[in-house]
């Protein structure tokens, strides 16, 4: 039995775990360490002559081109500039789950995994990659060792280069992002993706996931799993290079955050006071060995309606820590659009226009509506029509942690979540 991400799922071994063993001495010195998909059609290499890097095939075509790979750590240590591999392990799996929510209730999780450990200086640290049916993904390993309980990262040296100048669909950060401090990593994911190409993309933007690409190979969306204690992952055009995008690491938050979106009391206006916070993190990632970076992942189709079939980030995605998840109950929910308030379908400043979608959620029984922080006081109305209010806020609303633990469990008390 194992669970992932508030989901209850049955692992059932329907085929056999391998590991093995090479000898680093038996491959060729700079040789491309492949590992294949159990279908033998997608090949992911990892090549580890400097500098270290990685190329991906589908069918014998090319789609990444060998592209860089490695981090930068505090300290001026760079790993991936002159590896040296200490080992070699390979890894097969074929085990299915069930997803009582997902969009396949039955998922294959099949893959071949290569695992190497590479040494630089008085450093170890290693690349898993991994090969599914449907993509393909790799992350870095840094395992605990003396002199590094901890680590900083400054900078993550991953790229991406195209075999060709590609067609790409690709939303951007918000304009009103590249103004503040943070200098741009700001999205709402509710970006326009029009068609492009790599050449015709603004180098002046900073690009979120997924990052679709038509290549001569296959289709190729570019994102991200197993997200833990790490920083969000951009894309932006790499200076002066032909075809290729470098990773950039969203930053902490910074010293002159977002101005809250608590209305101001006339009503009027957006307050503009930020909420307290603690002291800016220096570095994009600092955290404890051992720790992994997140998946960077490729979900590959022939043709696009292959991607939206994948699991691929589930499957790549850490189990879920949480032994009960009986209390999750997933059902509908009604949100009235439209509104400068996202809610507010007569005005946005009438309590009876909020009233509304919990009235139709009633009528059409419908256990819950959502809507948004400034409508707290009909949250009794709907509750006597067994609708469930869910609120919705802005992120900024919550950055410093004390407001969320002091105004959560009163918005527990008022009824709006259960």
């Not at 790979?69 to 991936?80: I, N, P, Q």
């Not at 392990?89 to 085990?95: E, G, H, V």
């Not at 993309?201 to 679709?212: I, T």
């Not at 029509?385 to 959560?408: A, E």
């Amino acid at each position: 039995m194992k669970t992932r991400c508030f989901r209850c799922y049955v692992a059932v071994l329907i085929g056999t775990v391998l590991f093995s063993c090479a000898p680093v001495a038996a491959a060729k010195a700079g040789a491309a360490h492949e590992v294949r998909s159990p279908d033998g059609k997608i090949v992911i290499a990892i090549h580890t002559d400097a500098p270290l890097g990685y190329s991906i095939t589908v069918d014998g075509k090319p789609l990444l081109a060998r592209s860089r790979l490695g981090l930068e750590l505090a300290g001026d240590v760079k790993l991936g500039e002159k590896p040296v591999v200490e080992s070699e392990k390979r890894r097969s799996a074929n085990t299915s789950w069930v997803n009582q929510w997902g969009k396949n209730r039955n998922v294959r999780d099949h893959f071949n995994e290569l695992n190497l450990t590479l040494k630089e200086g008085d450093r170890t640290f290693g690349v898993l990659a991994r090969a599914y049916n449907d993509g393909a993904a790799f992350r870095l390993v840094l395992p605990k060792q003396p002199g590094m309980d901890s680590f900083t990262v400054t900078r993550d040296a991953t790229e991406l280069t195209f075999p060709d100048d590609c067609p790409v669909w690709a939303g951007w950060n918000n304009p009103e992002g590249a103004s503040r401090p943070e200098g741009g990593f700001v999205g709402s994911q509710e970006w326009r993706y029009l068609p492009n190409k790599l050449s015709g993309l603004n180098p002046s933007y900073k690009h979120g996931l997924p990052f679709l690409v038509q290549t001569p190979a296959a289709y190729v969306a570019i994102t991200e799993s197993d997200l833990l204690d790490w920083s969000g992952m951009w894309l932006v055009q790499k200076a002066g290079a032909k075809n290729t995008l470098e990773v950039q690491l969203a930053p902490p938050i910074p010293l002159q955050p977002w101005p809250s979106r608590t209305p101001a009391a006339n009503g009027d206006s957006v307050a503009q006071a930020p909420p307290p916070l603690a002291p800016a993190q220096k570095g994009l990632v600092v955290a404890t060995t051992p720790h992994n970076s997140p998946w960077r992942t490729f979900i590959i189709g022939r043709q696009p309606h292959e991607l939206i079939q994948s699991d691929l980030v589930l499957n790549l995605a850490t189990p879920s820590q949480l032994a009960d998840t009986s209390w999750v109950k997933p059902g509908m929910s009604a949100w009235a659009p439209g509104g400068p308030t996202w809610g507010a379908t007569i005005s946005p400043r009438s309590n009876s226009s909020y009233s509304l979608p919990p009235i139709w959620a009633g009528r059409i029984n419908c256990p819950r509506s959502r809507t948004n922080r400034l409508c707290l006081s009909w949250y009794l109305s709907p509750r006597k029509r067994n609708v469930h209010v869910w609120l919705w806020f802005h992120f900024n609303d919550f950055i410093d942690s004390v407001v969320y633990k002091r105004d959560f469990p009163m918005y527990a008390k008022w009824g709006i979540v259960d």
